[in-house]
C-alpha cells in the first residue's frame, strides 16, 4: 500500500510539473501586460523590426504631409531612431497595445480582425529631429491583419492559465512532499522526481515551439510584417524555450544525484 501511493503521488508530482512549467511561465510572461511587453522588448534590437518601423515611420510621414520627399528625408532619421535606445521604450508601448488588444475586449469601434498600431509617438520623435519643420496634426496607426486570433480572444485564455499554473504548482509541490514522505526510499523518490522534471523541461520546449509556429501562421499581410510579427514571437517566446531547457537540466542532475544515492544506500 505505501509503493502503492509513493507511486501515485510520483505520478501527480510529474504531472503536476508538466504543466507548472510552461503554464507558470506563460502566465507571468504573456498573460502579464508587464511580462510581455518586457520580453517582447527584446526583439526592439533586431534588424528586421528595426527595419520595419523605419520604413513605417517614412511611409507615413510621406502620406501624410504635402512637403515633396519628406519620406525620403526622413528616412534616414528614422533608421537611426530605430537603432537608439528611445525605440526600445517606445516599441515596448507597442508591445503593450498588442497584450491590450488581445486579452481585452475590445470596444464598438475596436476591429476584430486587425490589430491597429499606434506609432504617434514614434513618428513625432523622429520628426523632432527633421532639418525642416514637418508637423502631423493625426493619430498614425500601423495595420496588422490577424487570421486566427481576434481582439479580446485571449482574455478568458489568459485567466484559464492563471488559474491553471497556481493549482499546478501547489498540487505539484504537495504530490512531491506525499511522495517523499510515504517512500520507503527517498533517494529513489528523488530520482524519479527528477524524471519528471525533465519531462516538464521537454514539454515546455516543445510548446514554445508549437507556439511559433501558431504566431508565425496567425500573421497575414506583407512580407515584413509577417517577418516582424514571428520576430517579436520569438523573443517572447525564447524565454519559455530557456526556462523549460533549464528545468530539465536541474531534473536530469537531481535524477542522477539521486540514483547514485539510492544505489548507495541499497549496497550498505
Request: charged share 15%.
Amino acid at each position: 500500500m505505501r509503493s502503492l501511493l509513493t507511486g501515485l503521488f510520483l505520478v501527480l508530482a510529474a504531472a503536476g510539473m508538466i504543466v507548472a512549467v510552461p503554464s507558470t511561465w506563460v502566465a507571468s510572461h504573456v498573460v502579464s501586460a508587464d511580462g510581455f511587453a518586457d520580453a517582447a522588448a527584446e526583439a526592439a534590437s533586431k534588424p528586421v523590426v528595426q527595419e520595419f518601423f523605419a520604413a513605417k515611420i517614412a511611409e507615413e510621414v510621406a502620406q501624410s504631409t504635402d512637403i515633396p520627399l519628406a519620406g525620403a528625408a526622413v528616412a534616414p532619421l528614422a533608421t537611426s531612431y530605430t537603432q537608439s535606445p528611445a525605440f526600445v521604450a517606445d516599441f515596448t508601448e507597442v508591445a503593450r497595445q498588442q497584450h491590450r488588444w488581445l486579452f481585452t475586449q475590445p470596444g464598438p469601434e475596436t476591429s476584430r480582425h486587425q490589430m491597429e498600431l499606434d506609432v504617434t509617438p514614434m513618428v513625432n520623435r523622429v520628426l523632432e529631429q527633421a532639418p525642416v519643420p514637418i508637423e502631423i496634426d493625426r493619430k498614425i496607426t500601423v495595420p496588422v491583419d490577424q487570421t486566427r486570433l481576434t481582439a479580446g480572444s485571449m482574455e478568458g485564455v489568459g485567466s484559464a492559465l492563471t488559474v491553471t499554473a497556481w493549482i499546478s504548482v501547489i498540487a505539484g509541490v504537495i504530490a512531491a512532499l506525499a511522495a517523499l514522505i510515504f517512500g520507503r526510499n527517498r533517494a529513489a523518490v528523488l530520482s524519479w522526481l527528477g524524471v519528471g522534471a525533465v519531462l516538464a523541461g521537454g514539454a515546455g520546449a516543445a510548446l514554445a515551439a508549437y507556439l511559433r509556429t501558431k504566431a508565425a501562421e496567425s500573421a497575414t499581410g506583407d512580407l515584413s510584417t509577417q517577418q516582424t510579427v514571428e520576430a517579436v514571437a520569438d523573443d517572447v517566446l525564447a524565454g519559455l524555450t530557456s526556462t523549460s531547457w533549464i528545468v530539465a537540466g536541474v531534473g536530469l542532475a537531481v535524477a542522477v544525484v539521486g540514483a547514485g544515492a539510492a544505489l548507495f544506500l541499497n549496497r550498505r
